[in-house]
């Protein structure tokens, strides 16, 4: 039976997780139109099925059907290649994130903080290759700019994931949500999710942090010279990314899929953890609504003159409260 276990119940798990990663990526399309329009006083997708709620078929549709064009001067085979790869590493990432007691989404390694930042590494690559690949300035350009913003903000990222590694003394991220943790420990956590949101806004290439592909200065980044189904890929990666994103920072700072009776009922654990994903994407939103974008060099500036030392002094006080308090 153990072939079963280690085999065909975790393609059984994995099978599942994809079909709910790409139904969530194409309603979180319709919760963010209809959220931003709500903020804007408008009233969103309202015409394909009641409340707009076939908008995201329609638009599944239209991207599968629109005519494919590769232009001449770009690189194929780099180019065919590079939607797979930004989208890959979203759903690649959901392997080690608990969404139940006892139960990870595919399997519960000892490494599953290792797992997430090297993964979260691999991803920018799919970008980096789109932008080089296309033969294109504005692309290019694109490219470089996230590629500079990817790997300045994973400093502090990294920094502020090793000081949640310290407080929670594992590299498993189901023991990190199992493992009871004194209050002080929650409130140095929450004290520090702010600016672990900054660093994933980034990451993510989201608003107002979207400079990447600011379509004032760069066309469409590095994705101006795709279209079809190759452009929805890229639109895929991104929204797959919120969602894994925002369940990475629930199970971080929020307790993951703990709830009142979800150790008793495990049901209730991915319950749980899907409406705190739900909170999050709403702050992404939020946030996309309310600030206005900032000139690249104001980025990086706040990347390496505020986050990362920030970043560092939250590390070393984490370190001393963990020998002095544990």
């Known amino acids: 039976m153990d072939w079963l276990n280690h085999l065909v119940f975790p393609v059984i798990r994995a099978l599942i997780l994809i079909v709910v990663l790409l139904t969530g990526f194409a309603y979180l399309t319709w919760f963010e139109r209809k959220l931003l329009a709500r903020f804007q006083v408008r009233y969103g997708p309202n015409r394909a099925g009641t409340f707009g709620l076939l908008q995201p078929v329609a638009d599944a549709l239209k991207a599968v059907f629109k005519e494919e064009i590769i232009p001449n001067h770009v690189d194929k085979p780099v180019y065919v290649i590079a939607p797979a790869l930004a989208l890959i590493p979203a759903l690649v990432v959901w392997a080690v994130i608990p969404v139940a007691r006892d139960i990870p989404a595919i399997a519960d390694v000892p490494i599953g903080f290792l797992w997430i930042l090297a993964i979260a590494g691999v991803e920018s690559y799919g970008i980096i290759l789109a932008g080089w690949s296309s033969n294109n300035n504005y692309s290019l350009l694109g490219a470089l700019r996230s590629s500079a913003q990817m790997i300045s903000y994973e400093l502090p990222l990294g920094l502020f994931l090793v000081s949640i590694l310290m407080l929670a003394g594992s590299f498993s991220l189901v023991e990190l949500v199992e493992n009871s943790r004194p209050w002080w420990v929650w409130l140095w956590l929450w004290l520090a999710f702010p600016f672990f949101f900054i660093c994933i806004l980034a ?43 925002s369940a990475i920072m629930a199970t971080l700072f929020f307790g993951g899929w703990r709830g009142p009776f979800a150790e008793q009922f495990v049901w209730l654990g991915p319950v749980y953890l899907g409406l705190k994903v739900i909170a999050l ?21 706040f990347c390496w003159k505020f986050l990362l030392p920030l970043s560092l002094v939250y590390m070393m006080i984490t370190a001393v409260l963990t020998v002095f308090l544990k």
Do not use: C, H
Not at 281 to 301: C, E, H, K, N, T
């Open 281 to 301: 994407l709403f702050l992404y939103v939020w946030v996309r609504a309310s600030i206005g974008r900032p000139r690249y060099d104001q980025l990086m500036r």
């Open 203 to 245: 990451e993510n290439n989201r608003s107002p942090f979207d400079l990447p592909e600011t379509e004032n200065e760069l066309v469409a980044g590095f994705q101006t010279e795709y279209g079809g189904i190759k452009f929805a890929l890229f639109f895929m990666a991104e929204y797959i990314n919120m969602i894994t994103l």
